[in-house]
C-alpha cells in the first residue's frame, strides 16, 4: 500500500472515487506557492488542523451536486476522503487559513456557474 503525503505537504485537495476501482479514491494535491493565498493557518487543535470541506453527489442526471460545506478538524483528511469513496462523494479539502474562506467562495461560485451552465445546455 503506497504512503500519502503528510498535510504539512499540502494545501489541499481534491478527490474522486477511482471508476476503475470501487475501493479506491484518486487524489490531485496542491500547494498555493503565493504567501498572500496561502494565508497564516487557523489554529485547530492537539488533534490536527481545521479544514474546509465541500462534499458533491452526482443526482440521477448524473448532474454534481453540492452535498455538504463544512469545517473540520482533521490529524489526516485523506483517511477521511478515502472512507467516502464507496458512497460515491467526491470534493475538496483545504486547510483553513485567513484568506481561505475567499478561495472557498470562489469555488463554489465557479462550481455554481459551470452547473447552472450544464444545465441550461440539457
Keep these: 500500500m ?4 503528510k498535510p504539512a505537504d499540502y494545501d489541499g485537495f ?3 472515487p477511482d471508476p476503475e476501482d470501487d475501493d479506491s479514491t484518486q487524489f490531485q494535491y496542491f500547494t498555493f506557492n503565493n504567501t498572500e493565498t496561502r494565508g497564516l493557518k487557523v489554529k485547530g487543535n492537539d488533534f490536527g488542523d481545521l479544514y474546509h470541506v465541500i462534499l458533491f453527489k452526482a443526482n440521477e ?11 473540520a478538524v482533521f490529524s489526516d483528511p ?30 463554489l461560485t465557479n462550481y455554481k456557474e459551470s452547473v447552472k451552465m450544464y444545465l441550461s445546455e440539457s
Design 14 to 16: 481534491y478527490f474522486v
Design 78 to 107: 485523506i483517511v477521511y476522503a478515502k472512507n467516502l469513496s464507496d458512497m460515491s462523494i467526491y470534493g475538496c479539502i483545504l486547510r483553513k487559513t485567513n484568506t481561505s474562506p475567499n478561495w472557498i467562495e470562489e469555488y
Design 2 to 5: 503506497a504512503l500519502h503525503p
Design 61 to 71: 442526471e448524473n448532474v454534481p451536486m453540492l452535498d455538504e460545506n463544512f469545517e
